[in-house]
């Protein structure tokens, strides 16, 4: 992991928090390397934004230590934490205009009004919104708000900005340009950055690093193509990408290679990083794009017609209904002259069995 | 009772408007209890025996009235600062609370409202007055030596009428704290502001719009308050509505008095109109969202 190599930003230790009788966040362990960028993704009530409060300071812990920059900051007042948080719905001050918001951080921090003018001057430059200094916040367009807050957050240069799903409120244009716009700001500045979302796609794009949360744990950390093509359980194969799981008990050889006994047939199957044992239930995970239409029987497949076939642009998805009524997903490449699928043709699903992964059962309910 | 049937019937005649129909009652019962009384007052004062502005123009160069007059905005403005020192922190600490205490400390609050004024203002003796639990304490304390008049002087009616008036300005301070989007506050904490700076730059701005409107109710409340200076202050306190009664019932002149409840109605008009528009434009600016 890279937070090895460079000192820590941020330091996490088994802290957990409860609310009464719900476990919001169980024992976390986790650590951000400076100037990396970490993504918490997971789904509503995985305890991202517990998480992101807790490093904020705005709740305290129920157990565990939290480390910011090489200093114990536990029971550390938000305000002396020397952070900055960008928040879903902006939270500039309505009273204040653009530059006043601006250079609120800098009037706490003392500033000279000249250094403040100039700073702030700067940080509205960095966003491109020079022009609109002296508006209401209410008087701009939603992303034009985000962009402010986004600059009241770095004039003051904070070692780490927290962002809880910065662009949740922008359609989906919008959405786009102001992530390349904070992995800019994120390039020039080097500045840490811990970022939720709930959007796979978003994490992809943005993270030097996903944290995916499930049910206030962490179930799988590691850069976007670890998490894409290493996923350690049916929850992170599921949650990222779209893929095709079939369930089946493990087969080891007496040369050592794993097979899958299935409802569907017996695929053959790379050895699973944590070994697994003869008999035991697992699941086989093929990802959609590495599987393919066979005309002729192949060493692995699974015989099933077509459903549905849908274009997307420069791939093409068919649906398949296998024999058990099973369905698989099939990701092609879209090339003009391509074969056409018709509904209810029979077709043969293939993959290579080296792109087969073997995946612990999911946990029951 | 009458004159509404008459009113009613008329309006159904002209038109089936229910609309009208179903004001017409309300209409009626304003007509009889608001404005023909005030039209009479109004009438008095300009007529007596003829038509003159005779005692408009006595009451301008009246030195009681003059003096009255200056009493009166003294005591209601000094009532209502007064009420805002001691509401203000009152209503932050309220808005401060879970929401099940604040409905247990806010019915304390409005605990006065369901106490006739004339008990409370017996109990403040009680309290306040010479011979009253602080004096007494004083009095123990100092060896006999020690007596604060508090009663039946200007302190007197300012206490008095906040016992009145706070629970106004606490709910509307209230409301516009319970207005205020929390995360401002948590987004001012993660810059590094101090609950001070905070105070000052987010709080109070925008609290603004509730302060003023818990001035303003103050304000036209206390300035035709009659009873509190009447039980409860010195021959100094007189309010222009003791003015009134006064007039009414020591010296029957029902043209001066008649004048002079013109004349407050019209102060007090022109001073909610004034604070309206100061209000209306910091709402203006912004601090109310
Ligand atoms: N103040 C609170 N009191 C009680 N339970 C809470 C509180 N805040 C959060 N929780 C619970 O803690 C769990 C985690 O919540 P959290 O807000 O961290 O989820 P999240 O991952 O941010 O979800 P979302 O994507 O919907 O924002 C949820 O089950 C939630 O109901
Ligand atoms: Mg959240």
Same mark, same amino acid.
């Given at each position: ?100 918001? !601006? ?148 087969? !080891? ?75 698989? !997903? ?36 | ?32 209890? #608001? ?75 409005? #605990? ?91 709080? #109070? ?46 010296? #029957? ?37």
């Amino acid at each position: 992991m890279t937070a090895s190599s460079t000192p820590a930003m941020v330091e996490l230790q088994g802290v957990a928090k409860r609310y009464g009788e719900v476990n919001a966040l169980h024992r976390v362990d986790l650590s951000i390397a400076k100037g990396e960028f970490v993504t918490l993704l997971g789904p509503s009530g995985s305890g991202k934004t517990t998480l992101l409060n807790l490093i904020a300071g705005m709740i305290t812990p129920s157990s565990g230590r939290i480390v910011i920059d090489g200093r114990d900051a536990t029971t550390l007042p938000t305000n002396r934490r020397g952070l900055g948080m960008v928040f879903q719905n902006y939270a500039l001050m309505p009273h204040m205009t653009v530059f006043e918001n !601006i250079a609120f951080p800098l009037e706490v921090r003392r500033l000279s009004k000249a250094e403040i003018k100039r700073k702030v001057g700067e940080a509205l430059e960095l966003i491109q919104l020079g022009h609109v200094a002296n508006r209401k916040p209410r008087e701009l367009s939603g992303g034009q708000q985000q962009r402010i807050s986004l600059a009241r957050c770095i004039v003051y240069n904070p070692a780490l900005i927290l962002m809880d799903e910065p662009l949740g409120a922008l359609d989906k244009k919008l959405r786009e340009q102001m992530q390349l716009e904070i992995k800019r700001l994120h390039a020039e500045l080097g500045i840490t950055m811990l970022y939720v979302t709930h959007d796979q796609d978003e994490a992809l794009t943005m993270s030097d690093r996903i944290v995916l949360m499930n049910g206030g744990r962490i179930e799988q950390q590691g850069t976007p193509d670890t998490l894409y093509f290493r996923p350690e359980t049916v929850f992170s194969a599921e949650f990222i990408g779209s893929s095709n799981l079939i369930p089946g008990t493990v087969e !080891i050889g007496a040369d050592g290679a794993y097979a899958l006994n299935t409802a569907l047939g017996r695929f053959a199957a790379p050895a699973p990083e944590r070994a697994m044992k003869a008999g035991e239930p697992a699941v086989l995970l093929v990802r959609p794009e590495n599987m393919a239409l066979a005309a002729t029987p192949t060493p692995a497949g699974v015989d099933g017609h077509i459903e549905d076939s849908i274009l997307l642009g420069g791939v093409v998805r068919h649906f398949v209904r296998c024999a058990d009524g099973s369905s698989l !997903i099939i990701q092609e490449l879209n090339q003009p002259g391509r074969p056409g699928a018709h509904r209810g043709e029979a077709v043969r699903a293939a993959w290579q069995p080296q792109h087969g992964r073997l995946l612990p059962p999911a946990p029951a309910g | 009772m009458a004159q509404s049937s008459a009113h009613s019937s008329s309006a159904s005649d002209l038109s089936p408007w229910t609309a009208l129909l179903l004001l017409a009652p309300l209409t009626a019962v304003m007509l009889l209890i #608001l404005i023909y009384p005030l039209g009479l007052t109004v009438w008095t004062s300009l007529y007596n025996g003829r038509f003159s502005f005779d005692a408009y123009v006595e009451l301008a160069s009246s030195t009681l009235f003059l003096r009255v007059l200056r009493n009166t905005f003294e005591i209601a403005i000094g009532g209502t600062l007064v009420s805002l020192l001691f509401g203000y922190p009152v209503a932050l600490h309220l808005a401060a609370q879970p929401p099940r205490k604040r409905t247990a400390y806010l019915i304390m609050v409005m #605990l006065p409202f369901w106490t006739s004024i004339l008990v409370k203002s017996f109990a403040l003796v009680a309290v306040f007055g010479n011979q009253g639990l602080i004096n007494q304490f004083l009095g123990v304390v100092s060896g006999g030596t020690l007596n604060v008049p508090m009663m039946f002087n200007r302190v007197g009616v300012i206490l008095g009428m906040i016992n009145f008036l706070l629970p106004f300005m606490i709910l509307s301070i209230l409301g516009s704290l319970l207005a205020l989007d929390r995360r401002l506050i948590l987004a001012a904490e993660t810059m590094g502001a101090g609950p001070l700076r905070i105070f000052w730059k987010i709080t #109070l701005p925008l609290s603004l719009p509730g302060v003023l409107a818990g001035v303003l109710i103050n304000v036209t409340l206390s300035i035709g308050m009659y009873i509190t200076p009447a039980l409860l202050g010195g021959r100094q306190d007189m309010m222009v509505a003791n003015l009134v009664d006064f007039y009414t019932r020591q010296t #029957l002149d029902w043209t001066a008095a008649s004048a002079t409840a013109v004349a407050l109605l019209i102060l007090s008009g022109l001073l909610v109109a004034l604070l309206g528009k100061v209000r209306g434009a910091s709402g203006l600016a912004g601090a109310g969202a």
